[in-house]
């Protein structure tokens, strides 16, 4: 989230503390990020952790599994797109080449 002196702060609250945020990401997107963060640190608590900040590095090692799952992911998907591309156009180029021939 990007800080911007100009934006007015959203309110938001995570593990029942408040913090004012500012960011020109927009009030549904950041309110969307604290829930988010809010849920993963509920979900450590309630795995019997009771220190808050204990929940928010786990909170957080949690969220950073997902985020590097995904991005893995979107690489493997990517590589996916890219070889069917070279496959359509390798066909389309040798049915051109066909057709001219």
Known sequence: MTSTDESPPIG?????DRYRIRTDR???H???????????IQRA?????????????????EIT??????RREVEQLTAAVEARVTEVTERLES???NAAG
């Open 30 to 40: 950041t309110r969307a990020c604290a829930k988010y963060v809010d849920d993963a």
């Open 26 to 28: 927009g009030d549904a």
């Open 12 to 16: 938001v609250t995570i593990f029942g």
């Open 65 to 70: 599994d997902e985020l590097l799952r995904s």
């Open 45 to 61: 608590h309630m795995t019997g952790v009771a220190e808050p900040h204990r929940a928010a590095v786990l909170a957080a090692l």
């Open 95 to 97: 049915i051109a080449g």
